[in-house]
């Protein structure tokens, strides 16, 4: 099979129609899900929830034809994050993008595989001392054996694993992964890794650093924060996260392959969240930023307009669903989406 870049089939991709995986229309929102912290939920809860995750994943894929490496429908989400990746980072729709992939992601949960709940978050702040004992990761699984696979970035402290998870849901031999790494679209088994990064979370996962986030008097400089600059001294909470987890997690392109990445971006949603219930009457519709991202992670920008993103700004999830406008996700309880946090 050839190697295909990302930037020769993403046009195609973004445009290619066909049935969404699931057809259902938004409403009004009447009982919104309550959406919580992982440790608080019920075994119960917890066994569902990865039974409706490995589900989603022993699904044939509705992508494949596009991207080979897709052979499940977990791994359909994964693919259209990285053909996206390029356009969805380190712009002004990077939150309310990722805020519509969480909720197409949950309610797929919902209705390709019967779970009853609402998407967990992760709170990282409470794992800031030892993540290697966070109670949520080692949920998710071990950290794998130790291997010479140095730093998530240069300059970045190492971490303590690298190897394929051993234990719990996702363990190698159960939770097998097809999709390429990186930009490439050639399958590639492999298995899930992680490389527990203890100093970047005792760094970086502070609640000093969620507090500046939310002192932020615009969605622009929120959201800025929150992604932080590529340093280490302005590591944000975003990168931050991945590379606490790293491995599998830390390739951009195909980060959400990581179970984990879904309570990641549920903690991220939520401070987002937070942030615009402090002020609903003027945060709710706050969006800003520019279209086209203030670095380059090999997307071509020659269709896209060079101005900033507004409430009518269309994003799409591929033949997952879309297009819709950034103004229809941006109330977590109006016509569209319709869930809270705990």
Not at 125 to 131: E, F, I, K, Q
Not at 154 to 176: A, D
Not at 326 to 341: A, P, R
Request: proline share 6%; glycine share 8%; with cysteine.
């Amino acid at each position: 099979m050839i190697i295909m870049k990302i930037s020769a089939i993403v046009s195609l991709f973004l445009v290619a129609s066909g049935v969404t995986s699931h057809p259902t229309k938004p409403t009004t929102c009447k009982h919104p899900r309550i959406r919580k912290e992982w440790r608080t939920l019920t075994q119960h809860e917890k066994t569902a929830y990865f039974d409706a995750v490995l589900c989603l994943h022993s699904k044939p894929s509705i992508l494949s034809d596009l991207v080979p490496s897709s052979l499940t429908h977990f791994e359909d989400f994964v693919a259209v994050h990285k053909l996206q990746t390029p356009y969805i980072h380190l712009c002004g729709h990077f939150l309310p993008w990722h805020r519509y992939l969480l909720w197409h992601y949950e309610t797929t949960l919902r209705e390709v595989c019967g779970y009853k709940g609402a998407q967990p978050y992760w709170d990282y702040t409470l794992d800031r001392a030892n993540a290697s004992l966070s109670p949520v990761i080692l949920d998710f699984g071990d950290n794998g054996p130790k291997l010479p696979v140095g730093p998530p970035v240069p300059g970045y402290p190492n971490g303590t694993g690298g190897g394929c998870v051993q234990e719990g849901p996702f363990r190698e031999g159960k939770f097998e992964l097809h999709v390429a790494p990186r930009q490439e679209t050639e399958r590639k088994d492999r298995c899930l890794s992680r490389d527990i990064n203890n100093q970047i979370a005792w760094d970086h996962a502070t609640h000093e650093k969620v507090a500046k986030i939310l002192e932020q008097p615009d969605f622009g400089w929120m959201t800025k924060t929150a992604e932080g600059l590529g340093d280490y001294p302005n590591l944000g909470i975003h990168n931050m996260a991945h590379y606490i987890i790293s491995g599998t997690s830390g390739d951009t392109f195909d980060s959400n392959a990581e179970p984990l990445f879904y309570l990641h971006h549920g903690n991220l949603d939520r401070i987002w969240w937070t942030w615009q219930q402090a002020n609903k009457k003027k945060r709710t519709f706050d969006v800003s930023g520019k279209i086209i991202p203030w670095a380059n992670f090999g997307g071509d920008f020659s269709h896209l307009s060079k101005g900033n993103v507004t409430l009518d700004f269309e994003m799409n999830l591929g033949r997952l669903h879309g297009p819709i406008k950034v103004k229809d996700i941006m109330h977590t309880t109006g016509d569209y989406l319709c869930y809270e946090y705990e």
